[in-house]
């Protein structure tokens, strides 16, 4: 379902539901957009954009606790303005393109979400101006968009998402088993859509350019594997990062935001900071 209706007040302040038309889904597809304090009276300034990614079974009513998050340190002075953007990539795409063409959430946040926002709303459309962050799903497909288009974004995120190997379960003689059965025969795609191989293949323009986040909790035992073989990939390739294991932590996102709110954004402010003094 691309697009879902929020409840009565169940909606942050400052955060409204949109939809937008998806030329590659031939449908309206909803998200949640987080605008600050003073967007609507000053009509020249322009903001940075966060994009926040939905885990599995997802959309896009969804990130409200980070949104409220943001807006009390935006109001307490504690970050600058910016807007936050929570889209719906479907439940189980991992943000990718299927083969098949049935579900397209790549073409959907890159070349079709985004270009909304930045025709729409006062944002700074670059890459200085961009962060991309998710939980789960959300930060698996936030990892792997990084990796593959790392122009588009100064700052990544990745909470608790796993990033596979995915070239490595290319199998031919195995259409019907994941992940062959959604990205196919063509081997180009597992390359297309695996982070460790978009790592090297882009590694002059993530290094030192693209600042990069790995959380994950120790008890979360389905995540943390692949989250330190991507940790493990990046030192190897000289990559500077954060990476953080939280003790005793499972694969629940609300816990950890409270444990952290009063820094939960730092980084990105920090790679947004960095980032305009390059541009």
């Not at 959430?105 to 930045?118: F, G, N, Q, V, Y």
């Not at 670059?126 to 497909?141: D, K, T, Y």
Request: proline fraction near 5%; charge should be neutral.
């Amino acid at each position: 379902m691309w697009v879902n209706r929020p409840e009565p007040g169940q909606l942050p302040c400052r955060v409204t539901h949109r939809t937008f038309h998806s030329a590659v889904h031939q449908a309206d597809v909803g998200y949640c957009i987080y605008l600050p304090p003073g967007y609507e009276t000053d009509a020249i300034r322009r903001y940075p954009v966060i994009y926040n990614l939905h885990g599995a079974d997802g959309n896009e009513l969804h990130g409200f606790l980070e949104a409220r998050v943001l807006d009390a340190g935006i109001l307490a002075e504690r970050w600058p303005a910016m807007i936050m953007v929570m889209p719906n990539g479907g439940k189980r795409t991992f943000y990718k393109d299927s083969h098949d063409g049935r579900f397209m959430s790549e073409t959907l946040i890159i070349r079709e979400l985004i270009p909304h926002i930045d025709a729409n709303y006062r944002t700074i459309a670059a890459g200085h101006g961009r962060c991309i962050e998710g939980h789960s799903m959300g930060g698996r497909g936030a990892t792997r968009l990084a990796m593959k288009y790392p122009r588009m974004f100064c700052s990544l995120f990745n909470l608790a998402g796993n990033v596979p190997r995915t070239l490595a379960h290319f199998d031919p003689a195995r259409p019907d088993t994941y992940p062959n059965s959604y990205l196919g025969p063509d081997r180009q795609n597992y390359v297309d859509n695996d982070a460790y191989e978009l790592l090297t293949k882009h590694l002059s323009e993530i290094k030192g350019r693209l600042r990069t986040q790995l959380w994950c909790g120790t008890r979360d035992t389905d995540h943390l594997l692949t989250v330190r073989d991507f940790h493990q990939a990046l030192l190897a390739a000289g990559v500077d990062h954060t990476y953080m294991e939280i003790e005793g932590q499972g694969h629940n996102k609300n816990q950890m935001i409270d444990m952290y709110r009063d820094v939960w954004f730092n980084f990105h402010v920090e790679s947004l900071r960095r980032a305009e003094q390059r541009a």
